[in-house]
């Protein structure tokens, strides 16, 4: 495990040389943390996951797909392999992807429950009524405010 200030340096620099929304525990602030989770909306992953093997040391690819790579790298000045989780989103998902990798376990099943009591169905990928995807809904805030909830910021700390 390693702490949220430890990560912090290397969440940075990916943020910013591939653009991936850091999500999971990072994302949630949380004081420790085991992996790390991002959110890839541009390069395919074949791209982004050699163009970090060129960059990073990287130990070991765990799994492989065309909407998720999951592989452990060195982190630079801290000499300890972790996790890395990278899935892929476009456009259309991005922000149901990002709410389905930030929240916690337990608001996953608060929304997920509260979406099917009004005949939703909520998922990764968007928000469902009959089959057909719910228009209107562009920001965190108007998918709680569809769902009738308060809003509820992600961030632990």
């Not at 050699?50 to 000499?79: A, E, R």
């Not at 892929?88 to 337990?106: E, T």
């Not at 057909?132 to 308060?150: A, C, M, P, W, Y």
Request: one cysteine or more; aromatic letters at 12%.
């Amino acid at each position: 495990m390693f702490s949220y200030n430890q990560l912090t340096d290397l969440v940075n620099e990916l943020v910013m040389k591939y653009d991936l929304v850091p999500v999971g525990s990072f994302a949630r602030r949380e004081p420790m943390i085991n992996d790390l989770d991002f959110i890839n909306r541009h390069m395919s992953n074949v791209e982004l996951y050699n163009d970090i093997f060129n960059h990073y040391n990287v130990c070991d690819l765990l799994s492989y797909g065309p909407s998720f790579v999951h592989f452990t790298i060195d982190i630079p000045n801290l000499n300890e392999e972790i996790n890395i989780n990278i899935w892929k989103a476009n456009d259309k998902n991005l922000l149901f992807q990002i709410v389905s990798r930030v929240y916690d376990k337990q608001m996953q099943i608060i929304l997920r429950k509260k979406a099917k009591q009004l005949g939703y169905k909520l998922n990764q990928n968007g928000l469902y009524k009959d089959k057909n995807r719910v228009s209107g809904i562009n920001t965190i805030h108007d998918l709680f405010d569809k769902l009738q909830l308060e809003y509820k910021d992600y961030y632990v700390g």
